[in-house]
Structures are given as C-alpha cells and as structure tokens.
C-alpha cells in the first residue's frame, strides 16, 4: 500500500485501541481470531498482529445505496467488540451515511476530504445497489444520484468492497421485474480491484477479516470465479453442514412439524439450499458463534448466491444440483440402489450411503440421535 505524509499521522490500529483502555492481551486474542477466520498459519497470526500494530489505518469510504443497512447491522453486532470498536469506529471517522455523527453538508464535505487526502489509498466499501432506471432517481443522496456518487469515489479507489447481496447481486431489488433497474457494482464500475462479499446480510466476522487482510497484505484476497474471498466462500454450506450425515443417510424432515424435524434431519426436502450455496454459516455461525439457520430449523435459501430470489420458492427442494453426481438424488437412494448396475462410483456411493443410512437408523433406535454422535461415525 502507498504510504503518505498524511497516512504517516495517522495511529495505528494497536495505538488507538490501547487509547480505549483494550489490554495487548485483548489485541492479541483479536488478531488469533480474525487470523483463523482468514486461514492462516500461526505464521498469519504474527502477521496480522504486526500489521495492526505498525500500519495506519486504512482510510474508508463506507457508502449505501439501495439496502436495508443489515450489512452495517452484522458487522456491529459481530462478536466481537474490538471489530465495532476498532474497525468500525476508525472507519467512521472517514464517512458512511449510517454510523458517522456528521450529517448533510458536513458529511458531504468529509467524503471530499477523505478523497482528496487519500488518491489510491482508501478503501471503497459500498452496501447497497445502484438504481440505474429513470435516470438513477430513485436513489439520491445530497442532491446526487447513486450512480454519480459511486463513480466518483471509486475513481480515487485503491480496491472496492461489495457488502451484502444488494451490492454484490442486486439482492431483491433486482429480482423480476426490477423496477428500479437496480444493478450491482461489478456492472458499473471497471478498471478496479473489487470483492464481492454476499450474503443477506454477511456474517461479520467475514466483512471484519476481509478488511483485516486489506490491511494486513496491502492487497486483496484471493478470489473465486466469481470475486469472492476463498477464505469465507469455497466451500458449500452443504460441506461444513452438521445435518449431512442425515443428508448422507437419506434421512429427511418431510415437513417442519413432523417428528423428523423434532430428531434435526436434514431439511433438503423442505427446501434447503446448502448443497448449491457457497458461504461460511456452518463454521463461523452467527451471534458469537451460537446458531446458524440450519442449527434453527430452517433451511438455507442461498442467500448468497446471485438471484436467490428469484432461483424458485425456498420451500420447494432442489430438483438437482449439477456436478455432484449421486448426491444430487441422495434422497432417493432405495430408488437406485434397486437399479444399481451403473457405474462403479455410483454403485459404491450408493452401497457407503446404504450403510451409513442402516448405521444412523440404529444410532437413533438407540436415543443417540445428536449430530455430534452421528458424526463421529
Ligand atoms: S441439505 Fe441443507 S440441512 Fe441437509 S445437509 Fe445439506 S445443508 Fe444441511
Ligand atoms: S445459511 Fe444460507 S441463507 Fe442462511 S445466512 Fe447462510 S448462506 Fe444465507
């Protein structure tokens, strides 16, 4: 990142939070955990800590367009406090419509400082899409349209941050028919670093390490095809799923008042869509890592994912879900297993879910029917 005189003034991020009475011990358990959240190595963890105890902080924009503000929600209320009191409040201090104390004129006047003082340096973080029809009226902040406010503060952007699935995906505003012509920041901005971080909203955590690796890396994290950060995004909610050995047996909730339910089967059949959606609900979870959807009851609904309001009803199951081969019809599986001549793979697959299937049937016979016990089989 390109240092200034003016990013040499500024404290770093140790210095302000031992100003707010944090202990080292306190700033260290913060690095651990953003470091672990990112993937490191213990060698990341040294990295992150030296970074957030030399570097300046980074200096933000934090604008918000067409949304409901739940991206600014979850990151508040992530778990943990040195996020809201170290991140968010630094970011503050340059401009986001939301949290800053400024309003009308002043807070116009500090975005223009912050783009001034900063070319190339500050971050970009947007929440929200653009409304491009009827000349991008419907979105108007101080007199501008959206779409002007965003081109002209991504023009002095080192990299741009896409919050949630309104920046990242148009979210529901872009579902059919899109009144608005709501459209997200990859269509409209080129020529900069931008990564996406879906969700409705995304988890905390996950917005505070992604900015934790802009500071600590001066650079971007490594993206998915589709520009999400691999860290949070690469594996399938269906992957870290504490329910699949259930999925994996074909044990199913048929409906959500049914004793099924009441035992925690999977929830594929009442709509859950895990197996096509790629997000770290099942590891990171929610609120201090207490629950998750999933945990609560609920199926997945793709949050994450483009056009998840309008991929069909989120209480009809996924007919398939292409490249998984047998699993895609798991639900199936006394079906295949009576015409199994086909392939070896899928014979095998089907005789290992067989199996699983006889050993959880006996587990819940037994009372064990936790998915802690099943997953240790
Ligand atoms: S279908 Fe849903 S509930 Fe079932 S294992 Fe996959 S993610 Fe979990
Ligand atoms: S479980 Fe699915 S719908 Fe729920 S927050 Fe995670 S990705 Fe979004």
Redesign the pocket.
Known sequence: MASSTTSSKRPTYYEDLRSRGYSRRDFMKFTTMIAAYLGLESTGVAQVTEALMTKPRLPVIWLHFQECTCCSESFIRSSHPIVADIILDKISLDYTETLMAASGHQAEASMRKTMEEYPGEYVLCVEGSVPMGADGAYCCIGGKSAIDILQEAAAGAKAIIAWGSCACNGCVQASKPNPTGATPIHKLVKGKPIIKVPGCPPIGEVMAGVLVHVVTFGRIPELDRVGRPKAFYSK???DT????P??DAGL?VESFDDENARKGY???KVG????TTYNAC?VTKWNNGTSYP?QSGH??IGCSEENFWDNGPFYRRLSSFPGFGIESTADEIGAFAAGATAAGIAAHAIGTNIMKKKIIQSHVEEGRTSAEELNHD
């Open positions: 399938r909610v269906h799923c504490y329910r699949r259930f999925y199913f999977c929830l594929y859950c869509k895990g197996p099942g999933i199926g997945c």
